[in-house]
């Protein structure tokens, strides 16, 4: 009865090897295809954001911070599609969709925990855009009446005599009053 089981050391490592080569000579043209797409996926990424970078630009003119945050928030998810996209052409399908769903499960707890700073970046947009609400503005916000200094990411500037009052735009956007000039 023959058995195959190695007879020495050498041939041990030398089934080992043959094993490793054979192994990486088979995954040769999915990884070749990985590589490719990654290539393709780079060029392609590039561009979304370069259009979405001048498309944001001209849409908030005098708020880089906007620009900034979009194209970077973009560039992440395009890059984690990329990679799971990858792990599938490359044969790890499962592997893919435990990340899918691992970051979903990630995003959710993170979204809940940022649920305030959320709100008050959204906010913020909503005040940018309002052609009512604008530096130098006199407005009455809760128990503020001031002159809109500056609207930023998450907080508005009120200037109220000599001081200078800081308040959440999710506070300041639910119910503000224009004071006529």
């Given at each position: 009865?023959?058995?195959?089981?190695?007879?020495?050391?050498?041939?041990?490592?030398?089934?080992?090897?043959?094993?490793?080569?054979?192994?990486?000579?088979?995954?040769?043209?999915?990884?070749?295809?990985?590589?490719?797409?990654?290539?393709?996926?780079?060029?392609?990424?590039?561009?979304?954001?370069?259009?979405?970078?001048?498309?944001?630009?001209?849409?908030?003119?005098?708020?880089?911070?906007?620009?900034?945050?979009?194209?970077?928030?973009?560039?992440?998810?395009?890059?984690?599609?990329?990679?799971?996209?990858?792990?599938?052409?490359?044969?790890?399908?499962?592997?893919?969709?435990?990340?899918?769903?691992?970051?979903?499960?990630?995003?959710?707890?993170?979204?809940?925990?940022?649920?305030?700073?959320?709100?008050?970046?959204?906010?913020?947009?909503?005040?940018?855009?309002?052609?009512?609400?604008?530096?130098?503005?006199?407005?009455?916000?809760?128990?503020?009446?001031?002159?809109?200094?500056?609207?930023?990411?998450?907080?508005?500037r009120f200037a109220v005599g000599e001081d200078i009052v800081v308040r959440a735009n999710a506070e300041v956007?639910?119910?503000?009053?224009?004071?006529?000039?």
């Amino acid at each position: 009865m023959q058995t195959d089981t190695p007879s020495s050391l050498s041939e041990l490592v030398n089934r080992a090897i043959d094993g490793f080569v054979g192994n990486v000579v088979d995954a040769l043209p999915e990884l070749l295809t990985g590589v490719v797409f990654l290539a393709l996926a780079a060029v392609l990424i590039r561009a979304v954001v370069a259009v979405l970078r001048w498309f944001l630009a001209r849409i908030y003119r005098n708020q880089p911070i906007y620009v900034q945050l979009g194209a970077t928030l973009a560039s992440i998810l395009l890059w984690f599609g990329a990679l799971l996209a990858f792990l599938s052409a490359v044969g790890l399908p499962e592997i893919a969709a435990a990340l899918g769903t691992a970051s979903g499960f990630l995003a959710l707890g993170v979204s809940y925990a940022l649920s305030g700073m959320l709100a008050d970046a959204v906010a913020g947009i909503y005040l940018l855009r309002d052609p009512d609400f604008n530096p130098g503005d006199t407005v009455v916000t809760g128990d503020v009446t001031g002159t809109v200094e500056t609207i930023e990411l998450r907080k508005t500037r009120f200037a109220v005599g000599e001081d200078i009052v800081v308040r959440a735009n999710a506070e300041v956007e639910k119910k503000w009053t224009k004071k006529p000039d």
